[in-house]
């Protein structure tokens, strides 16, 4: 059955065509759009047509009930009559069950308690918005369990008017931090995990830089903390309730909150029974995903994806004009021991909000002041920490995995042991944890190989890795688009293993400052 599924949201809209239990097609509105957090999904839908992809069993539309997206819904549907199908369904509903499905149909769970906290939520009725759910989901049953929903105000009134108003005691997860970082100037999709990295900040205030080192963003500090710590024993709360009430081991996390890496750390650090599986693609773009999952559930057997790396992919490379040579392994590891960012560029990109080899900035993670000359580079703030990509069979020795056998996703801000301290002070954090990627050969082979490469020559089996974009700006999806990257930068060079070619794009000297 071949199944088109639409969610039209307030941000981080996304299109998903499933057929036969597999995805065939997946793409974000922001990446093709190039506007972060868009809810326009007319251009992925043209995409769809250019490629042929125009027939399909069922459509389904997911819409909220908001005037200012009628719009969207009316232009959404213009351009859908120009598909083939049998069958177009509009519906109104909630989101958060499509959340639960996303994260369990690829947990490879048959069944699981499934916590889906996020920090707006969808439509109940035209008024309410979902905030808090929780799920029990069996892969041999019909039957879906819904044991706890929180819904809270109208929408049509201002969200941070509201957040104003309300008791900050009586907030839920998402509202607090809505409100926090609506306070500290930011947005309510990007404050959120700029609040998390400044939160470990906490008794490590000399470590903040000009001009962040003042008693203001101190102050800023103490909160951020104490709302990091808050919402995440709420939620670790939940987790013990419903897992002890059902005597249920197995636990999927999904919705924004779940890009909280360091509360992921949290829960198995205090959970040591559980098992878990934190949806990749848990915030609003993995909508379209689990909303495939939903409608196909009964139809066919759902394929859990093995990796998410599903979104676009270049079928050729147009180098005219490019100043381009052949490399090896060896040649980007020596660019990157002379102090270079690497942009790698491979495969399909990544679905979500990391980077994950296929579209990555890469740099040496034992440079000092490594996070400091990324961070410049890429126009973002210098409190915010970087991530590590590290070999899987190395990763228990530099840090601590408890119970975690791997990390693919990035998902857990993970505590460093005394040699990743020392040793790859770029990616360590404050609080002295570190978002890790482990990798495989089988899960990403050039990314491995370059990694084991940077190993042999220094002994650290790791490498920073960032998203390969600028501040403020999604993920870099198309060729064009790393192009575009480059030469609106100081990045100079692109690196694509598959054809084993290097491109470079030289700027003026840049000037750490």
């Known amino acids: 059955m071949k199944i088109l599924t639409v969610p039209i949201l307030m941000h981080d809209s996304s299109v998903c065509f499933f057929d036969d239990g597999k995805i065939q097609e997946y793409s974000m509105g922001e990446r093709i759009t190039r506007k972060k957090h868009d809810h326009t999904?007319?251009?992925?839908l043209n995409l769809l047509l250019e490629n042929d992809i125009?027939?399909?069993?069922?459509?389904?539309?997911?819409?909220?009930?908001m005037k200012e997206f009628t719009e969207s819904l009316d232009s959404i549907i213009d351009t859908l009559k120009l598909f083939n199908y049998k069958e177009l369904e509009i519906l109104d509903e909630t989101h958060h069950i499509y959340h639960a499905y996303c994260g369990f149909y690829n947990s490879n769970f048959s069944e699981a308690i499934c916590i889906v906290v996020d920090g707006i939520g969808a439509v109940l009725g035209g008024t309410d918005i979902e905030m808090e759910s929780v799920y029990y989901l069996n892969k041999n049953k019909e039957k879906i369990d819904l044991f706890k929903r929180t819904r809270k105000f109208n929408l049509y009134n201002s969200i941070f008017e509201h957040y104003e108003k309300t008791p900050y005691k009586e907030q839920t997860v998402g509202e607090k931090f809505g409100l926090i970082s609506h306070k500290f100037g930011y947005n309510a999709l990007d404050g959120p995990g700029k609040l998390m990295g400044l939160a470990q900040y906490k008794n490590k205030e000399k470590k903040l830089q000009y001009p962040y080192n003042t008693n203001e963003w101190k102050q800023k500090v103490d909160r951020a903390y104490k709302l990091q710590q808050e919402t995440q024993d709420h939620v670790l709360h939940l987790i013990k309730k419903y897992t002890k009430e059902t005597g249920i081991?197995?636990?999927?996390?999904?919705?924004?909150?779940?890009?909280?890496?360091?509360?992921n750390y949290h829960y198995i650090k205090n959970l040591k029974d559980i098992n878990f599986y934190i949806d990749p693609i848990c915030f609003d773009a993995g909508i379209s995903i689990g909303a495939a999952y939903y409608y196909s559930s009964y139809e066919c057997k759902i394929n859990s994806l093995s990796s998410v790396y599903i979104g676009h992919k270049e079928e050729s490379?147009?180098?005219?004009?490019?100043?381009?040579?052949?490399?090896?392994?060896?040649?980007?590891?020596?660019?990157?021991?002379?102090?270079?960012?690497?942009?790698?560029?491979q495969g399909k990109s990544e679905a979500g909000q990391r980077a994950l080899g296929n579209r990555s900035l890469l740099f040496d993670p034992r440079i000092v002041n490594g996070k400091d000359i990324v961070n410049q580079i890429k126009k973002r703030e210098s409190f915010r920490p970087f991530a590590g990509t590290i070999l899987q069979e190395e990763a228990h020795k530099w840090f601590n995995m408890l119970s975690l056998k791997e990390s693919p996703y990035m998902q857990y801000a993970i505590d460093a042991k005394q040699n990743a301290i020392e040793q790859v002070p770029a990616i360590v954090h404050a609080d002295n944890t570190c978002r890790i990627q482990t990798v495989t050969k089988k899960q990403n082979k050039h990314f491995y190989n370059l990694i084991k490469c940077f190993y042999e020559k220094t002994n650290v089996p790791m490498l920073l890795n960032t998203s390969f974009n600028l501040g403020g700006e999604p993920l870099?999806?198309?060729?064009?688009?790393?192009?575009?990257?480059?030469?609106n930068s100081q990045i100079e060079y692109l690196y694509l293993p598959e054809i084993e070619i290097l491109v470079t794009i030289k700027n003026k000297e840049f000037i750490y400052q």
């Open 317 to 345: 490379y147009d180098l005219t004009g490019l100043e381009t040579k052949r490399v090896s392994y060896d040649d980007i590891v020596n660019l990157l021991l002379d102090k270079n960012i690497i942009a790698l560029f």
């Open 54 to 65: 125009n027939f399909f069993d069922k459509i389904v539309v997911i819409k909220h009930v």
């Open 249 to 263: 081991k197995n636990v999927v996390i999904s919705g924004g909150y779940g890009l909280n890496c360091v509360a």
């Open 41 to 44: 999904l007319i251009k992925n």
């Open 476 to 487: 870099v999806e198309t060729f064009k688009h790393a192009i575009y990257t480059l030469k």
